[in-house]
């Protein structure tokens, strides 16, 4: 019985060309996908090579041994100052908002974080600009969202600064629980924008903030650094320029921790108002154990 065209039999040739057409179309969606891959590998590879001409180190890429790398981040798009993480970098980072007071801030100081005031994204660089404004010191604290449970890892940035009397890095890993010094706390790079790197441990089941182990360098800001803190169950390592420069096997935490790269002021002295200037994070990388 005849029911329609489409009940016919097609014709060979007919099928032939849809099968052509099906080829075709596969190839092309095959071969937008690789231009798409190949054009993102020569923008990463560009990249790279920008950040080895500019800081002397690319960011790395991939698992190391006895790491699984779980975050990178190397600033490709430009952020003006009062929009960052916005659309660009909010899947990335958040930031202490606008007036909160720093650790001086806490006990009395006029420092504050101000994000909207200190940080963007220049050709490939996150800067925050250090400065005062009608007396309120300011700087920020910037945290990377982490995959995981937060318990143990590897984390690395590269970083530089001006000289800066008066603001300080305290980056560090601060317990999830928010019991401290209880459940401690891990600092590094720690210190005075006008002075030397150091590090700090503050163990577990401490009882004071003077609780803690410090780590001490000779090497100031103001060229291109890697940092690095290791941290496993058994042992905390302090890296710098690929060199330990100290670690730990007693008092380790050992309860999950948020990265924190905090920049304040105040501690002891706040900057003179005048004091202003840059300090530079190239890219930032972190890890859990493999």
Same mark, same amino acid.
Request: glycine share 10%; net charge negative; no cysteine.
């Given at each position: 019985m005849y029911t329609g065209f489409y009940d016919r039999k097609q014709p060979r040739w007919f099928l032939g060309l849809r099968v052509l057409a099906v080829l075709m179309l596969v190839g092309i969606i095959g071969f937008v996908s690789c231009?798409?891959?190949?054009?993102?590998?020569?923008?990463l590879e560009a990249n790279q090579a920008l950040k080895l001409k500019l800081t002397g180190q690319a960011m790395p890429i991939g698992d190391l041994p006895g790491w699984h790398q779980i975050f990178t981040e190397d600033f490709l798009t430009d952020v003006p100052v009062g929009s960052f993480p916005g659309s660009e970098y909010s899947s990335q980072f958040t930031v202490y908002a606008d007036g909160t007071p720093d650790t001086a801030g806490q006990q009395g100081a006029p420092s504050r974080y101000y994000p909207s005031k200190v940080v963007s994204v220049q050709d490939g660089i996150l800067d925050l600009y250090l400065h005062t404004e009608d007396g309120t010191p300011m700087a920020a604290a910037i945290l990377p969202v982490l995959p995981g449970n937060h318990l143990y890892g590897k984390y690395t940035l590269r970083?530089?600064?001006?000289?800066?009397?008066?603001?300080k890095t305290a980056w560090l890993l601060w317990p999830d629980s928010e #019991?401290? &010094?209880?459940?401690?706390?891990?600092?590094?790079?720690e210190g005075q924008l006008d002075?030397?790197?150091?590090?700090?441990?503050?163990?577990?089941n401490g009882q004071s903030s003077?609780?803690?182990?410090?780590?001490?360098?000779?090497?100031t800001y103001t060229s291109w650094h890697t940092a690095s803190i290791e941290w496993t169950p058994n042992r905390v390592n302090f890296i710098l320029d690929g060199q330990l420069?100290?670690?730990?096997?007693?008092?380790?935490? #050992?309860? &999950?921790?948020h990265w924190v790269i905090q920049t304040e002021s105040c501690l002891p002295t706040c900057p003179v108002a005048t004091t202003a200037g840059h300090l530079q994070i190239a890219w930032i990388v972190a890890y859990s154990p493999a």
């Open positions: 231009s798409l891959q190949y054009n993102a590998l020569k923008i970083f530089r600064s001006d000289v800066l009397p008066g603001f #019991h401290w &010094p209880h459940d401690g706390e891990l600092d590094f790079p002075g030397t790197i150091g590090a700090f441990l503050h163990p577990q003077s609780d803690q182990v410090p780590y001490s360098t000779d090497i420069i100290g670690t730990a096997t007693t008092g380790i935490p #050992h309860t &999950p921790m």
